[in-house]
């Protein structure tokens, strides 16, 4: 069982919700990462997204599209992300770590170099978001292979084939983004997502996190009736924007306790 297998199965046995946070790496600086991702666990986080940064984040909005341009300023790329985490991993081996990013820093490393590489810093997961099921059969068996989880979004427009496939290539849990467009857009209508799970967990049987626009506690704690999980990130990064360096790190230990508290009540 994977980290984030046994992290997902926990919390199910306690009744509780996972909380998935969302940084940059690099962003706002790279000596700030690792302090960042510790106050990530520290305020609450079951399971953290680290993205990898690129020069064209399709999916992403301004927020995370300007953290990705702060990160590439220093010239961070995917063997220093996987250098972060290994650091990270120094002194927390249990929170589980998912890389998100795009195809074209994994092809420029080779997959197969980039899934050994992976493994060897403990990172537990990985999110391509250019990656569709149909087309990384292989790729995902050898993540798994090496004890690592594929994980694939699943979107409103979602057809029932794709579905199907998410099911058979992804482990881990299924990311249900919960808006037609880019990452940090507003307006979550909790109904619809009620009812696009249901649709979803008739072939996929594992747990379900809900991502792009959960922007406070109440909009979390509402997705968290009907998911397994919320994903936090261009909330998380305003945070960051918005605080000076010093207090970052602080700021958002503090800004995830407010919704760990509210998925817990």
């Known amino acids: 069982m994977s980290r984030i297998q046994s992290t997902f199965a926990a919390l199910a046995a306690q009744n509780k919700k996972a909380l998935i946070t969302f940084i940059t790496a690099g962003d706002p600086d790279p000596e700030l990462t690792v ?6 666990v520290d305020g609450g986080a079951d399971v953290i997204e680290l993205g990898v940064p690129f020069s064209d984040p399709m999916a992403e909005g301004p927020v995370i599209q300007r953290a990705c341009e702060r990160a590439l300023k220093f010239g961070i790329g995917l063997r220093d992300v996987l250098a972060l985490v290994a650091e990270f991993r120094q002194t927390n081996s249990t929170t589980p770590i998912v890389l998100m990013g795009y195809a074209n820093p994994i092809e420029h490393m080779g997959q197969q170099a980039y899934i050994e590489a992976a493994k060897e810093a403990g990172v537990d997961g990985t999110i391509v978001v250019d990656y569709p099921p149909e087309e990384c059969e292989e790729f995902a ?41 880019v ?25 379900i996190g809900v991502g792009f626009g ?3 506690a109440a909009t979390a704690k509402a997705v968290a009736a009907v998911s397994d999980a919320v994903v936090i990130g ?4 305003q945070e960051l924007e918005n605080s000076p360096r010093e207090q970052a790190v602080d700021a958002v230990r503090t800004f995830l306790r407010g919704i760990r508290k509210a998925l817990d009540e």
């Open 35 to 40: 302090p960042l991702l510790h106050a990530l």
């Open 141 to 181: 068996r050898s993540m798994h292979a090496n004890g690592l989880d594929m994980i694939f979004l699943l979107s409103p427009t979602s057809t029932e084939e794709r579905i199907e496939q998410v099911a058979k290539a992804g482990s881990g849990f299924s990311y249900y983004v919960s808006l037609k467009g």
């Open 183 to 207: 990452t940090g857009a507003a307006n979550i209508d909790t109904a619809e997502v009620a009812q696009r799970i249901a649709a979803i967990r008739k072939h996929v049987k594992l747990p």
């Open 214 to 216: 959960i922007r406070d």
């Open 234 to 237: 261009s909330r998380i990064i």
